[in-house]
């Protein structure tokens, strides 16, 4: 279970680094505060899926727009992946798909940073 509650601190330190990454926009969009995996669960996932939405209305390169996209989605699936893992079980496959989710989403973000960087 110990790999599991480190896997759900890496998830919300990604939905942080999204709001970060997120505000950088030229409109940037804000996520509120979530601070345990129990508040994060639902209210992370809705967040995210507005912000994606709201994203689509933004003046962006389509390049960056699809990357903010996958980045999002990438969190959404680990966060699905993650709140099974808590309500049904933490089997292995469950457990790899949620850290090939973050590998992903790690490796978008590091892209997302370096396209919103100023100077970039």
């Known amino acids: 279970?110990?790999?599991?509650?480190?896997?759900?601190?890496?998830?919300?330190?990604?939905?942080?680094?999204?709001?970060?990454?997120?505000g950088l926009l030229p409109i940037p969009i804000r996520l509120p505060s979530i601070h345990t995996q129990e508040s994060g669960r639902l209210?992370?996932?809705?967040?995210?899926?507005?912000?994606?939405?709201?994203?689509?209305?933004?003046?962006?390169?389509?390049?960056?727009?699809?990357?903010?996209?996958?980045?999002?989605?990438?969190?959404?699936?680990?966060?699905?992946?993650c709140a099974l893992?808590?309500?049904?079980?933490?089997?292995a496959h469950r457990l790899h798909g949620l850290r090939a989710a973050l590998a992903k989403f790690s490796e978008l973000s590091m892209e997302a940073e370096r396209q919103l960087s100023p100077g970039a």
């Open 43 to 81: 209210l992370g996932a809705q967040a995210l899926e507005r912000a994606r939405v709201a994203m689509l209305d933004l003046p962006l390169e389509p390049e960056l727009k699809a990357l903010l996209q996958d980045l999002i989605f990438q969190w959404l699936i680990a966060r699905d992946l």
């Open 1 to 22: 279970m110990e790999d599991l509650e480190e896997l759900a601190e890496l998830l919300l330190g990604a939905y942080a680094l999204t709001d970060k990454l997120l």
């Open 85 to 91: 893992a808590v309500s049904v079980a933490p089997d």
